[in-house]
């Protein structure tokens, strides 16, 4: 087979396994997930935080309205280590963790309830045929009746 043919042939493979039905499906759910996550880091910053602000300056923070940016250690070298920026990623990934988990068990559980709505219930088993004996005393019987 020739270069060309080898490059049709990995082509042909490409296009059979982009165009499944589970790439695309997962395709869709990561553009899905990273609006999920713009969504999750609006309510972060522009709820959450607010009320995170509040709290700092009740306790007398000096730069409240930074919020958690305000949160940060400076050593005495002068170097600053915004650990206030660190909590937010957290807080972030905590909202989207905890949905995430809800979504799931309701999709799940969803899911598991159309399943056992679509199978049909299982006819009940014929009883088992009986042994030679008994059928030979079943015959036996039948014939003395007469």
């Not at 490059?7 to 039905?21: I, P, R």
């Not at 509040?54 to 919020?67: F, L, N, R, V």
């Not at 989207?96 to 049909?120: C, D, S």
């Amino acid at each position: 087979m020739g270069i060309k043919g080898k490059a049709t042939s990995l082509l042909e493979e490409f296009k059979a396994f982009a165009f499944k039905g589970n790439i695309v499906d997962m395709a869709i759910g990561v553009i899905i997930g990273g609006a999920f996550g713009k969504i999750v880091s609006s309510f972060v910053s522009d709820i959450v935080m607010p009320c995170v602000t509040a709290i700092i300056a009740m306790c007398g923070a000096k730069d409240a309205g930074e919020g958690l940016k305000a949160l940060a250690y400076t050593t005495s070298e002068g170097v600053t280590i915004p650990y206030g920026s660190f909590i937010g990623g957290i807080v972030d990934f905590l909202i989207v963790a905890v949905v995430v988990f809800i979504v799931m068990k309701k999709f799940l559980g969803f899911m598991q309830n159309m399943r056992k709505k679509e199978e049909p219930a299982p006819e009940p088993a014929a009883p088992p045929e009986p042994p030679a004996e008994v059928k030979l005393l079943t015959e036996i019987r039948d014939l003395l009746k007469k």
